[in-house]
Every structure is written in C-alpha cells, then in structure tokens.
C-alpha cells in the first residue's frame, strides 16, 4: 500500500488473477479500499514473465468476494506492459 506518495511499510502478498495492458484484478488477504494506491513489486516466474513494478489504483471491490479488488495501473515497466499486452492478446 502506499501512503500519500511513499511505499508504506507494511509488505502483503497477493496474486493477479486476471490481466490486461490497462488493468487487472487482485485477489489479496487484505481488504483494498476503493482509490487505495498500490505499489505492486512481480516476481519473475517459470511463466516467463519478466520482473519489475507496477503502480495503481483501487477501482472497486468485489464485495461478494471479500480480498478480491479490481484495479487500473498508473504506471508499468515497459517490460512488464509488453508481457501483459502479450497475455491479454487473443
């Protein structure tokens, strides 16, 4: 989470589990408030994607699944914009 425009202290993990060049959904055991700022820190996995950063915001959450949150990105490596781009491509 970040707070105001530094990176809060306190570290979660959580998992996209749904993808696209503009924004993704993010299932978390933390409940994400609507506009919360995200710094989200991906690891490079056997998926072949690359690692990096990407930053966004809150849209929604999923109120009928409580730690699921709907979020658009403010910023993304380039790296990682082609591997979503790629991934969310038919």
């Given at each position: 989470?970040?707070?105001?425009?530094?990176?809060?202290?306190?570290?979660?993990?959580?998992?996209?589990?749904?993808?696209?060049?503009?924004?993704?959904?993010?299932?978390?055991?933390?409940a994400l408030a609507p506009l919360s700022n995200?710094?989200?820190t991906v690891a490079a996995t056997s998926q072949?994607?690359?690692?990096?950063?990407?930053?966004?915001?809150?849209?929604?959450?999923?109120?009928?699944?409580?730690?699921?949150?709907?979020?658009?990105?403010?910023?993304?490596?380039?790296?990682?914009?082609?591997?979503?781009?790629?991934?969310?491509?038919?």
């Amino acid at each position: 989470m970040l707070e105001e425009k530094f990176v809060g202290r306190t570290v979660y993990e959580g998992h996209l589990t749904a993808l696209s060049e503009a924004e993704a959904t993010i299932q978390s055991p933390l409940a994400l408030a609507p506009l919360s700022n995200l710094k989200i820190t991906v690891a490079a996995t056997s998926q072949n994607n690359p690692a990096g950063d990407m930053y966004g915001k809150v849209l929604a959450s999923a109120t009928e699944t409580p730690g699921h949150a709907r979020i658009r990105f403010t910023s993304v490596t380039a790296e990682l914009k082609l591997w979503a781009t790629a991934l969310s491509s038919p």
